[in-house]
């Protein structure tokens, strides 16, 4: 089992930059492949980034391009999500989730561990 404890949201103004971590527990990650998603309110969990085991392939969304940087530090088994020139678009809870297999996925079915999420709120 693998448990993940998300932190770092909160309230920022337009254009501001947050930086969210998730801190696992349980097991090593080194052999997980790390996400990270998000749920706006009445819609539906997208995918934002995603991280392979060393970190040398990484995937973002559109929305999120040119804007976020995903990391991992195998080391304190803990991932992070660096999101720059923020938008009020950008409001959601944030999730973290692992997948134990080779693949970097962006489809929520194949990540088998999640966190509780952590709230991003946008002010304009």
């Not at 980034?49 to 195998?74: C, E, F, H, P, Q």
């Amino acid at each position: 089992q693998v448990q993940l404890v998300e932190s770092g949201g909160g309230l920022v103004q337009a254009g501001g930059s947050l930086r969210l971590s998730c801190a696992a527990s349980g097991r090593a990650i080194s052999n997980f492949v790390m996400g990270w998603f998000r749920q706006a309110p009445g819609k539906e969990r997208e995918f934002v980034s995603a991280i392979s085991w060393s970190g040398g392939n990484r995937l973002y969304a559109d929305s999120v391009k040119g804007r976020s940087t995903i990391s991992r530090d195998n080391a304190k088994n803990t991932v992070y999500l660096q999101m720059n020139s923020l938008k009020p678009e950008d409001t959601a809870d944030y999730y973290c989730a692992a997948d134990n297999s080779w693949y970097v996925r962006q489809e929520p079915r194949h990540y088998n561990y999640w966190g509780q999420g952590t709230q991003v709120t946008i002010s304009s």
